[in-house]
C-alpha cells in the first residue's frame, strides 16, 4: 500500500501532472444486464445516475492519459404479468468504478478514448416493484443474490466540449463492456 502512495505521489508531482486537468462529473446511465446461462426475464435498461471525477495527464501531442473514479447507479426494468395484472420492477445497484484509459482529442473540442475499468459495488441490490399504484421495496445482498461485488472490463468513449463563457462542458459518451 505505501508503494502504491508514493507511486501516485511521485506521478502527481511530475512535470505533466502540473498540467493536469480535473474534472467534476455528473452522470446519467443505462445498464443492460448479461447473465452467463441465459435468463427467462427480459430486462430494459433504466436511467440512472452517478458523480465523480476524472483526473486527465497530457503525454504526446494530442494524446493524455485518463483516470478517475465515478459513484454510478445501474438500474434495470422488467414487467411480469401475472392473472393480467402487470408489476414492474426497477432493481438498482451502486458502484463506484474506477477507469483509467488513454484519450485522442480529433480537434480541441472532440476526442476518442478508451480504456479499461474496474467496479466494486456497494451495499445492497435494491428491488422497488409498483403493484396496482403501490411501491414497495426490498433489499439483498450479493451473496443472497448470488452476484459477484465486482466489474471490470473495456470502455470506449467520445467527448465533445462545450463552451459557456468562462466555464467547459464536456458531454462524454462511454460504452462499457
Avoid at 48 to 64: E, M, Y
Amino acid at each position: 500500500m505505501n508503494r502504491i502512495i508514493f507511486i501516485s505521489l511521485l506521478i502527481l508531482s511530475s512535470t505533466p501532472a502540473l498540467s493536469a486537468t480535473f474534472s467534476g462529473v455528473g452522470a446519467a446511465t443505462l445498464a443492460q444486464p448479461t447473465f452467463a446461462s441465459g435468463s427467462p426475464v427480459t430486462y430494459n435498461p433504466s436511467p440512472g445516475f452517478g458523480a465523480g471525477i476524472l483526473v486527465g495527464l497530457p503525454w504526446k501531442n494530442r494524446f493524455s492519459f485518463e483516470f478517475g473514479a465515478l459513484y454510478l447507479q445501474r438500474k434495470y426494468s422488467t414487467t411480469l404479468t401475472l392473472f393480467s395484472v402487470s408489476t414492474k420492477i426497477i432493481t438498482t445497484q451502486s458502484i463506484l468504478e474506477i477507469p483509467a484509459g488513454m484519450r485522442y482529442a480529433i480537434t480541441p473540442k472532440l476526442s476518442l478514448g478508451a480504456g479499461i475499468y474496474y467496479g466494486q459495488y456497494l451495499g445492497e441490490i435494491t428491488q422497488t416493484a409498483n403493484y396496482q399504484g403501490l411501491d414497495t421495496m426490498n433489499s439483498q445482498s450479493y451473496a443472497t443474490a448470488q452476484q459477484k461485488t465486482f466489474d471490470a472490463g473495456f470502455q470506449a468513449s467520445l467527448a465533445y466540449v462545450f463552451m459557456l463563457k468562462r466555464y467547459r462542458m464536456i458531454a462524454d459518451l462511454r460504452y462499457s463492456y
